[in-house]
């Protein structure tokens, strides 16, 4: 009876080799972040949101963002604080530094800062740098070299798993290295676009400089990413919490992380933004056929005020699903 006392050792190694089988079994093709958007007819709201958009604009002369300024556009008030006027003259002459290559079909530009990972200061003060950075139409933007901000970024990279960021960049280890594997990148969204749900294999650092992001982020670890058995895409699965999502709004000023294995849903409203992004470049898009992400009763918080004419996420959601039912009847 001497090999007694080593059971509870043979069942705790036997539960981390079948967690590391797990976890090797749902690793997720990555793919460039953000390069699609959702369709709209499977994301109600984001068809809902452009076509505000569009009638928007057409009320004041414009077809589409990237069209001539006309008088009515510069007399127009907007209810936000990142109003369509300065989007209409930025579309129009996007910035080229660093080879940017413009918008994409998603509605984002994304620029590659050519700094080290550990450069947190000098990207801050090029940011600030209207004649080096560009965005001119799209300023005046939140600085982020100030002490407090400075500190609030270095805060959350201290939340992740690498270490306090001071400290990383300046000791040869593990850690360090995997800071020099991430890179900075400004990403530039257009005002109500929409992202497919995924999932981040790596973690990400960014700061909001202008407008607000949205996200309906997974709160359950024991989220299940099934694999469909004709197209081998990863789904999202309610893991039946009572709870499964909350609603973010992320606004200017203000940093925040993803972690890794993190899940959520992207999205901007009226406002648009401007991200500066510290990250690997990569994310894994999910499939969430069913719209879980957009149910008001799995929200955590479903009356999260937005800049759009529904006026929170609930009644965006609600309206959004009655126009769908409607149409498919």
Known sequence: ???LPLVPIFLLVAAVVYYLRQRQSTIIPESEAYCEECDPDECPPA???REHQLQRQQSIGQGKLGQAITPQLARQKS???DGLLGWARYCAAPTKVFGSDGFTDAGVQRINLPHGAGELEC???WLEDEEQSGMGALR???RLGTPERLSAWKERFGSLDLGDYDAVRESPSESLAHLASLGWSVLIIEPNRFFPCHQHPNVELIYCARGALYENRVLSSALINAPLPASGARVLVDSGFPRLFRVHQRRGGETFENPRFSVHQSYTLDEGCVLLVLWAGKHANL??????LWDPARCQNPFCPMACPDKTFEALARNSAGKRA????
Not at 326 to 329: L, S
């Open 1 to 3: 009876m001497f090999w």
């Open 47 to 49: 068809q809902r949101q």
């Open 79 to 81: 209810s936000v604080d």
């Open 123 to 125: 990207v801050a003060a």
């Open 140 to 142: 005046p933007l939140h």
């Open 287 to 292: 499939v969430d056929a069913d719209n879980l």
């Open 326 to 329: 409607t149409a498919e009847v």
